[in-house]
């Protein structure tokens, strides 16, 4: 099956500075990579996503890459902001299947003002 | 809030007890998700259903059983032979016309006591 590995487990940053978290995975047939943020408390959302078929993908202050020979992808938040301050979850989906997916452990950012 | 309801939000279970958690969506989608997040460990896939009356296991199905009677709703049931049931749950749907864009509901927090 898919394993997701996700680092660092906590990224600390000053306001305005950029952060970026990596995520590595497995199966060479997962083609779907989603970012989610999750507050406390609260269900994870859906920040930011990427098919294989493109190496990056930006929304504003935040991007993705994707690099699939190497089996890894990224997030990017750029300009960060207090409000940033959150766990951030990458997932994969499973085996090609266009429904399961398999999450990183999490990332812990926290955006000191 | 997406169209997938859990309940309750909190949840208290004696030793030994099973206990019922209800998942319900009317966004009209096939597939539902029941995922467990615990502190440091991301989520992980308990069961899955891609249908009406199919259901599969996932990565940690042990102790925990599932029902998809119909298409708005699967319960998740977690029965005494799970050894660490205190966690937080999530159900998810993804959408099948955004590609795998998952949505999760707001969570049950169950707790043994």
């Known amino acids: 099956g898919e394993n997701v590995e996700q680092h660092p487990s906590t990224l600390s940053v000053q306001e305005g500075d950029s952060a970026v978290i990596k995520c590595t995975y497995s199966?060479?047939?997962?083609?779907?990579f989603p970012w989610y943020k999750q507050e406390l408390g609260k269900r994870p959302q859906l920040i930011i996503d990427?098919?294989?078929?493109?190496g990056e993908k930006k929304d504003q202050r935040i991007a993705v890459t994707l690099n699939k020979t190497a089996k890894h992808f990224s997030l990017h938040i750029t300009e960060t902001q207090p409000e940033d301050s959150a766990v951030y979850f990458c997932?994969?989906?499973?085996?090609?299947?266009?429904?399961?997916?398999?999450f990183g452990k999490g990332t812990l950012l926290t955006v000191n003002p | 809030d997406g169209g997938i309801t859990q309940s309750p939000k909190y949840l208290f279970r004696k030793e030994g007890q099973n206990v019922t958690l209800s998942c319900e969506q009317n966004?009209?989608?096939?597939?539902m998700y029941w995922y467990r997040q615990d502190p440091g460990q991301g989520l992980r896939l308990i069961y899955y259903s891609q249908i009406v009356n199919d259901f599969q296991k996932g990565d940690i199905a042990e102790g925990y059983s599932v029902s998809r009677e119909k298409k708005e709703s699967f319960p998740l049931t977690v029965t005494s032979a799970q050894k660490n049931p205190t966690a937080f749950y999530l159900c998810a749907s993804p959408s099948p016309g955004r590609g795998t864009e998952a949505f999760f509901g707001q969570g049950t927090r169950l707790t043994v006591v």
């Open positions: 997932a994969a989906n499973s085996g090609g299947s266009n429904y399961k997916l398999t």
């Open positions: 966004l009209n989608h096939d597939a």
């Open positions: 199966d060479s047939a997962s083609n779907y």
């Open positions: 990427i098919r294989s078929n493109v």
